[in-house]
């Protein structure tokens, strides 16, 4: 089964940097590689996909990267805000043509310090 | 509703009892899927909706979970003799179609005591 791995640890950084958080996978190559936002007491909200034959996507201050080689999507935050403290959870679709079901990873909490 | 709505926000039940959980999904959003979120980890995937069937509930943990979508829109998540394991945050998601982007609502805590 498809396993996914994101830092468990706590990413801290200064405000006005840029976060780096990483997302690798074993076993097989999804179609597709989602990131989400979830702050305490919230569902996930969505941020970016990208395809299988993407290298890389941009959205605002947001970069997510794309290695199938690597098995291993980046995901940057440019210009980091305080408000931008949170975990973040990288998704992947399921094997095999079930690519209705997400597998999610464990999330990294970022926290942004003023 | 603009969003993904669900209730209760927090239900706290007695092990054996049953409960359901209710899931209020975007108009017009024909996929609708049910994840579980223990503390620390990720979403869980559990049944996914494609209209009124169930296309796909490789996830659900045993048969004392269900769930049914019988209009294909409003979605209820039932447990059967609930087990204090079974306590989480059961999210609901549902998207235009498979494939897109999932829209989540903010969860139900279930604690079994």
């Known amino acids: 089964s498809q396993k996914i791995e994101q830092n468990s640890e706590a990413l801290n950084i200064q405000e006005g940097k840029t976060a780096t958080l990483t997302c690798n996978y074993t076993?097989?190559?999804?179609?597709?590689l989602q990131w989400y936002r979830q702050d305490p007491g919230r569902g996930p909200v969505f941020l970016l996909l990208?395809?299988?034959?993407?290298k890389e996507k941009r959205k605002e201050r947001l970069k997510v990267t794309f290695d199938t080689t690597l098995k291993q999507s980046l995901f940057h935050i440019t210009a980091s805000q305080p408000a931008d403290s949170a975990t973040y959870l990288c998704?992947?679709?399921?094997?095999?043509?079930?690519?209705?079901?997400?597998?999610f990873g464990t999330g990294t909490l970022l926290a942004v310090q003023p | 509703g603009a969003g993904v709505s669900q209730t209760p926000s927090n239900k706290v039940t007695e092990k054996g009892k049953y409960v359901e959980l209710r899931c209020d999904p975007i108009?017009?959003?024909?996929?609708l899927y049910w994840y579980r979120q223990s503390l620390g980890q990720g979403p869980e995937f559990l049944i996914y909706?494609?209209?009124?069937?169930?296309?796909?509930d490789s996830g659900l943990p045993n048969d004392r979970f269900f769930a049914v979508r019988p209009e294909g829109s409003v979605s209820t998540l039932k447990i059967q003799r609930t087990e204090r394991g079974d306590s989480a945050v059961y999210l609901c998601?549902?998207?235009?179609?498979?494939?897109?982007?999932?829209?989540f609502g903010q969860g139900t805590r279930l604690t079994v005591v």
């Open positions: 998601a549902s998207s235009l179609q498979e494939n897109t982007e999932a829209f």
């Open positions: 076993n097989y190559s999804p179609a597709y």
């Open positions: 990208i395809r299988e034959n993407e």
């Open positions: 998704a992947l679709d399921g094997y095999g043509g079930a690519t209705n079901k997400l597998i």
């Open positions: 108009s017009g959003h024909t996929a």
């Open positions: 909706f494609q209209g009124t069937g169930a296309a796909d």
